[in-house]
């Protein structure tokens, strides 16, 4: 009788302690049930040294969106979610990173910058509003586009990472 009694009670206390949980590692906010991710516009091109990259704005809104669709259980809106991601890209660029004997470059680095606006209609005190960037750095004797997929995919997972991290999993 009283191994099971000590049984509930523990029992009892996990289950109650561990609160809203995902496996994911998602903290999902009290109430929260739907999210929607606002087109992230790629201002880079009137930055110096930025430019544009055609489609680079749709497939990173779409990479956010299908990271939280798959990472937790909130419903994907167009309009009226319980919480918001908007913003836009801030830079895209290459730099040389390492010089070769003869002044060329050695070594580039391709960077994305995001700013992202995070509001979470239900409890203002979750909004926030903040840079996230990421870079690949690849041989001087290649082009943006040799690597672009590549890269890409890097930098994406990453800042979006960042980005579930900060705003969903509070880490």
Known sequence: MYKRFLLIIITSLLVTSCGIYSFTGSSIPIGVETFQ???FENTAGGR???TIEPG??????????????????????NQGGDIIYSGEIVDFSVTPM?????????????T????????NVLNEEDDIKKRFSFYYDFPGNLQVYDIKDAALEEIF????????????AKW
Do not use: C, H, W
């Open 37 to 39: 991710v606002d087109y």
């Open 48 to 50: 110096p040294g930025s």
């Open 56 to 77: 680079l704005d749709r497939d990173f809104t779409i990479a956010l969106q299908d990271l939280i669709v798959n990472q937790t259980s909130l419903n994907l809106v």
């Open 98 to 110: 390492a010089a070769t004997a003869e002044i060329k470059a050695a070594q580039n680095r391709l």
């Open 112 to 119: 994305m910058a995001v700013m992202v606006n995070y509001e």
């Open 157 to 168: 997972e990453r800042i979006i990472q960042d980005i579930f991290n900060e705003t969903l």
